[in-house]
């Protein structure tokens, strides 16, 4: 079935570099994605969101990158701080319903 | 601007009960979703709610239901339970102009033994 997934589990950055985190999408007729952060005990936190008919949207510190044509989606985060450090999810939506479907999550662990 | 709130933060059942999770959603949202999610994976969708109505369903079995309630506070009930059925249950709410923008609950830890 459609998914969306993550290429890499656990990410570690030195504190003050920046992080990319990648998503792979599959379902072709999704049109909004958004990127979560859970920390350990609580729900997960809305981050920032880009609709289909965009490329690149920026938010405080974060920048999301969407690739249609591969279906590549990407949060940039920029002088990456020690609470940072939480699992990021990407989700998508196709419409309908608005069903918001998640990904397996990537944990970003930040080095002081 | 109240937060999503749901209750209780823990439970443990044995296997067969039936269990009963709240939700109240964040003040304005009139949109309800509930989420699974197991430990290490990402939330899996179980249905929403919209105008107290079912408003779509994840692949859950019949024995996931809901409610909506008119103030748009809503439980997720499970019957027979089983040991698959231990999981973080999140509650998320959202406005009816921006239903996929989801407001998180901390959840509900569900053990059953």
């Known amino acids: 079935g459609e998914s969306v997934g993550l290429h890499l589990p656990t990410l570690s950055v030195q504190e003050g570099d920046n992080s990319i985190i990648n998503c792979a999408y599959s379902n072709s007729a999704s049109d909004y994605f958004i990127w979560y952060k859970q920390e350990s005990g609580k729900g997960p936190q809305f981050i920032i969101d880009i609709r289909s008919n965009m490329d690149k949207r920026q938010g405080q510190r974060v920048t999301v990158l969407l690739n249609k044509t591969v279906k590549h989606l990407s949060l940039q985060i920029a002088a990456t701080q020690p609470g940072d450090s939480a699992v990021y999810f990407c989700a998508d939506s196709s419409g309908g319903y608005q069903k918001v479907t998640f990904g397996t999550g990537t944990k970003l662990q930040v080095i002081p | 601007e109240t937060g999503v709130t749901q209750s209780p933060t823990h439970l443990i059942k044995t296997r067969g009960q039936q269990v009963t999770l709240r939700c109240s959603s964040q003040?304005?949202?009139?949109?309800v979703s509930w989420y699974q999610q197991a430990l290490g994976q990402g939330p899996q969708f179980i249905f929403q709610?919209?105008?107290?109505?079912?408003?779509g369903r994840g692949n859950f079995p019949p024995r996931f239901s809901g409610l909506q309630f008119p103030n748009y506070s809503s439980e997720l009930n499970v019957n027979a339970l089983e040991l698959d059925d231990s999981a973080l249950y999140l509650c998320a709410s959202s406005s009816g102009t921006e239903h996929e923008k989801l407001f998180f609950g901390s959840g509900t830890q569900l053990s059953v033994l």
């Open positions: 003040s304005g949202h009139n949109t």
């Open positions: 709610y919209y105008r107290e109505e079912e408003n």
